[in-house]
């Protein structure tokens, strides 16, 4: 399946996709019950989308709070001198910290966009000017604390 | 409340959701049982909340996803759950944030194309209610994105 080929989904297969995105443990079973589909034929239509790399992957949602993460910052970073950096040692070093759970190269304000989390304020501020803040050539570093956040079902929830 | 052997399946499970219960409980020298009635304990806890499949957005031929940053105009008592309640109904919108800080919200946005998203961008954004400023960030690639929780 290449780029552009959505309308190779048609509507059965989008609603499994939809469905494995807000609950990944349902069974082809389950779901071709819910769809009106045997569960060969469920379970084939899953094969096939796995097959074509629609999920790039399966996560395991925890809830954080009852953890002890009570804080989530997304940090905007800005690399300090772009000519002679090397984004290979910046990436490699940022990826190795435990508390950073995303790390995307963006364009724009700033060259990096992360999620981080940690106990509470103070133990951000420790993971900021202990793993951040000495990052090989960072430079510009503004934080967000999140308040609330909600995934919503996309293009695909819209059909 | 949690033990050490709660922290452990939590490490594993989420190292590999699809990880067999039988493995979880070899690995963390319990029985399959005994394993399995603590996952049903940390699911009715609420600590395990669920699972589910992260889309491929570019395989749908979603090429372009752009992070937007909102800054509202909190003169207007309802700002905030207007803008909501609009963004909200755009379907090219796959997540919402709020945050304290200089930025008040930020919409993660998918198009098929940077044409696509220019449309977008004029018909359905920059009409959303009481933006008092706008940063877009492009997406060039996701270097990370285990999101798991240092346990």
Redesign the interface.
């Given at each position: 399946m290449s780029a552009g080929s959505f309308n190779e989904l048609d509507e059965t297969d989008r609603e499994i996709v939809c469905a494995l995105a807000a609950d990944a443990t349902r069974s082809a079973g389950a779901l071709g019950r819910d769809l009106g589909l045997s569960q060969p034929a469920a379970w084939r239509r899953i094969r096939r989308l796995h097959e074509n790399g629609v999920f790039s992957g399966r996560r395991v949602d925890l809830n954080a709070e009852a953890l002890g993460f009570g804080v989530t910052v997304f940090l905007g970073i800005k690399l300090a001198s772009k000519g002679r950096v090397s984004l290979e040692d910046f990436e490699r070093a940022v990826t190795a910290i435990p508390e950073v759970q995303t790390v995307q190269h963006v364009l724009g304000l700033y060259d990096y966009r992360l999620r981080v989390v940690a106990r509470d304020l103070s133990d951000f501020e420790r993971v900021l000017r202990r793993r951040i803040m000495t990052l090989p050539s960072v430079g510009n570093v503004e934080a967000n604390v999140l308040l609330s956040e909600e995934r919503l079902p996309g293009p695909l929830g819209a059909l | 409340m949690?033990d050490d052997v709660d922290h452990r399946l939590?490490r594993l499970?989420?190292s590999d959701?699809?990880i067999p219960v039988s493995e979880l409980a070899e690995r963390c020298a319990i029985q399959p049982a005994t394993a399995s009635r603590r996952l049903d304990k940390l699911t009715n806890?609420?600590?395990?909340?669920?699972?589910?499949?992260?889309?491929?957005?570019?395989?749908?031929?979603?090429?372009v996803e752009v992070?937007l940053r909102f800054t509202l105009d909190k003169t207007q008592p309802r700002a905030f759950d207007e803008f909501l309640a609009e963004a909200?109904k755009v379907?090219?919108?796959?997540?919402?944030?709020?945050?304290?800080?200089?930025?008040d919200v930020?919409l993660s946005v998918?198009a098929?194309d940077m044409r696509h998203y220019q449309a977008l961008y004029r018909d359905r954004i920059l009409t959303l209610p009481h933006i008092a400023d706008i940063?877009?960030?492009?997406?060039?690639?996701?270097?990370?994105?285990?999101?798991?929780?240092?346990?």
């Open positions: - | 949690l939590l499970l989420q959701p699809t806890n609420g600590v395990l909340v669920g699972q589910r499949m992260v889309i491929d957005w570019t395989k749908l031929g979603y090429a992070s909200r379907p090219e919108v796959i997540a919402i944030q709020t945050f304290l800080g200089r930025v930020r998918i098929r940063e877009a960030l492009m997406h060039v690639a996701t270097i990370k994105a285990t999101e798991t929780l240092p346990i």
